[in-house]
């Protein structure tokens, strides 16, 4: 498999949650999806992710190298909601 983004699926905007939640954001992340690189953009999102969702309003995570080998492709702090459809296509 080629290059991948990690790419966020966010929650709804809700108008009783006026406030950011700790981590600076403004909406919660819902799932957290892998989607392959656009073709010639190595850095750019494909139009949809490995489970099939369009990302056209999902933000990208901001890259960072991997700290080990074997470290998982989702940033840790959001390992309860990784979606299992991506992760079993990065499994294979």
Do not use: Q
């Not at 498999?1 to 600076?24: C, R």
């Not at 909406?27 to 056209?56: I, S």
């Amino acid at each position: 498999m080629g290059e991948i983004v990690v790419v966020y699926e966010l929650d709804k905007p809700n108008a009783t949650h006026a406030s950011p939640d700790p981590g600076g954001e403004e909406r919660p992340v819902r799932r957290v999806h892998a989607a392959p690189t656009a073709p010639g953009a190595p850095t750019a999102t494909g139009p949809r992710t490995l489970c099939g969702k369009d990302t056209f309003a999902m933000r990208a995570a901001s890259r960072t190298s991997s700290e080990a080998l074997g470290a998982p492709w989702y940033p840790a702090r959001y390992a309860p909601v990784v979606c299992p459809d991506c992760a079993a296509v990065i499994e294979t």
